[in-house]
């Protein structure tokens, strides 16, 4: 584990809960990889059995896996399939919790949008998500013509 500045060291605690940095950085790549191919049972696998995703973050709350299958297949369906989602930038981490850039793009869609996302998690001791709370609203959508 890093060690912080003396600068920032008085700022965070000294114990670190959850799962290593590494695995942590792992999960966001493989949820972008897996949004790109479509998969929503590699995506689920992320995932506790009773995680709560709100995407966007002032959307309602989805609950346990059976709502979140449910939710990535109509995101999927009203994208008409697969987008393109790519990290932009580093994952942040503090303990058990991280956030990531992405931009994601619809490519099956007519028009097709870029979409700026932040998306924060938080990890269980065993390394699965048990919170995912996505930041983008109507100002994050560009069309590509």
């Known amino acids: ?3 912080l ?25 493989a949820y972008a990889e897996r949004q790109s191919a479509g998969d ?10 009773e995680a709560v995703v709100r995407d966007p973050a002032n959307a309602p709350s989805h609950h346990g ?4 299958r449910s939710f990535f297949e109509a995101g999927f369906a009203a994208s008409g ?15 058990n919790q991280a956030a990531a850039a992405f931009i994601v793009r619809t490519l099956r869609s007519r028009p097709v949008y870029r979409v700026e996302t932040l998306d924060v998690m938080t ?3 065993a390394g699965l998500i048990t919170e995912m709370v996505a930041y983008w609203g109507p100002d994050n ?4 013509d």
């Open 5 to 29: 500045p003396g600068i920032a060291s008085d700022m965070a605690p000294q114990e670190s809960k959850g799962p290593p940095a590494d695995h942590i950085r792992s999960v966001f790549a």
């Open 141 to 144: 959508f560009t069309r590509e």
């Open 123 to 125: 990890f269980d001791d």
């Open 40 to 49: 929503v049972e590699g995506i689920l696998a992320l995932f506790a059995e």
């Open 81 to 95: 399939g697969a987008n393109d989602m790519k990290l932009e930038g580093a994952v942040r981490i503090t303990g």
């Open 1 to 3: 584990m890093a060690e």
């Open 65 to 68: 896996k059976a709502a979140l």
